[in-house]
């Protein structure tokens, strides 16, 4: 069986998702790191639960890379359930019966959110690679002004994996005054040489699809979806362990009792990562995707801060959980250990919990029991703290 990826992305137009939406207009531009006033800049967002009456209870998700706002409800384009639905809902960890849960899809996404995807103002066309270059802070810059768009003051907590444990760090360190609780996930403070490489293969292999024309695809009525899923495929196995793989599919064959002797998917694991290069062109967006990673590259917490990892907390009033997984090579253990040690030499409030778990980078998208009750021990205990009121 030929494996094939289409010739057109099929995420539906930003008008056609459900959501909230705040637009920021020209009295309220968003100033980025490049230097570019954005105006307009449309968020989408979307919440879960109620809000309290004095406003307390909010919890901020932030998503990963290839996520969305839609956390925990069935996805408007794919049909599946919400990515992060194990851990937020009535009764879960994030239990939406005593929290106010928010999750804004990222600046540069594809989901609603101001990105290349979405049309220049100037010309009415999609913006391609005229949209601004953007950075982790740009993304809580955003995501700060939807809290003030809600009428919140502070963070009950903030909360997110991966690119998500970015934005965590990212709100600790420039406002941790709205901040009371932060639980970074499976992250770290800058990005290594490592996973630098990874996504330079993804937008390597993105730009070199001859469908890409230039970054105008959309103006000209194609997609990269061929280099999009290779890229996908590339990045799924970074989040994968290797111990993972081999119980998943080991040597095993797909539906076949011998070699083919040809490239056809031989075996099960080339299927698997087939299958997830095709499904992901259908939701995401090639530049979004080339954008999005430049972000991740770009964050270094300690080059913000003369050096010193230390020097983005002092002063901080935060309480911290860090949260890591044993067979995480992506982003592994050492990487939160940096940042807990970072807040120790400057005596903030934090715990660390290293989870014993062969899933790899994902295992805080998957059922880990353990994990689970970490995070909402850790959220039971600060809102007793903070003295969070039910809705």
């Given at each position: ?224 979806t061929r280099g999009l899923a290779v890229a996908r495929m590339a990045a799924h196995i970074t989040y ?8 998943k599919f080991g040597r095993n064959l797909q539906d076949r009792e011998q070699l083919s002797y040809g ?129």
């Amino acid at each position: 069986m030929t494996t094939t990826f289409g010739s057109l992305s099929r995420v539906p137009a930003s008008a056609a998702l459900p959501g909230y939406r705040l637009t920021l207009g020209p009295e309220t531009p968003l100033k980025l790191d490049c230097g570019v006033e954005l105006t307009p800049c449309t968020l989408a967002y979307q919440t879960y639960g109620r809000l309290n009456a004095d406003k307390t209870n909010a919890v901020l998700v932030c998503h990963a890379l290839t996520g969305d706002q839609y956390v925990a409800e069935v996805h408007p384009v794919t049909g599946k359930l919400g990515w992060w639905e194990m851990m937020v809902g009535p009764g879960k960890p994030i239990d939406t019966g005593r929290y106010f849960v928010i999750c804004v899809n990222v600046l540069g996404g594809c989901m609603g959110s101001s990105g290349p995807r979405e049309a220049d103002p100037k010309t009415g066309k999609p913006y391609g690679l005229a949209f601004p270059i953007i950075t982790i802070g740009d993304m809580v810059e955003a995501q700060l002004r939807v809290v003030r768009h809600l009428g919140i003051e502070r963070l009950f907590a903030v909360t997110g994996g991966s690119m998500g444990a970015m934005q965590v760090l990212q709100w600790a360190s420039r406002h941790p005054e709205k901040v009371f609780a932060a639980i970074p996930i499976a992250g770290a403070a800058r990005h290594s040489a490592q996973n630098i490489a990874f996504h330079e293969v993804g937008r390597q292999a993105i730009m070199a699809d001859p469908e890409w024309r230039g970054g105008d695809y959309a103006n000209q009525d194609t997609s990269p979806t061929r280099g999009l899923a290779v890229a996908r495929m590339a990045a799924h196995i970074t989040y994968l362990s290797e111990s993972a793989l081999h119980r998943k599919f080991g040597r095993n064959l797909q539906d076949r009792e011998q070699l083919s002797y040809g490239f056809e998917a031989d075996f099960q694991v080339e299927s698997y990562l087939r299958h997830q290069g095709i499904t992901f062109v259908d939701r995401f967006d090639a530049n979004s995707y080339l954008y999005i990673t430049r972000a991740m590259d770009y964050f270094d917490l300690a080059a913000e801060h003369g050096g010193v990892l230390a020097n983005a907390f002092r002063g901080t009033t935060c309480r911290f959980c860090l949260i890591s997984f044993t067979s995480d090579w992506l982003f592994p253990t050492r990487e939160s250990r940096a940042i807990v040690h970072a807040l120790n030499a400057v005596a903030a409030d934090v715990s660390f919990v290293e989870i014993k778990s062969d899933k790899g980078h994902d295992a805080f998208l998957l059922d880990e029991p353990e994990f689970h009750a970490v995070l909402n021990g850790f959220l039971g205990g600060s809102a007793e703290l903070a003295g969070i009121k039910a809705p």
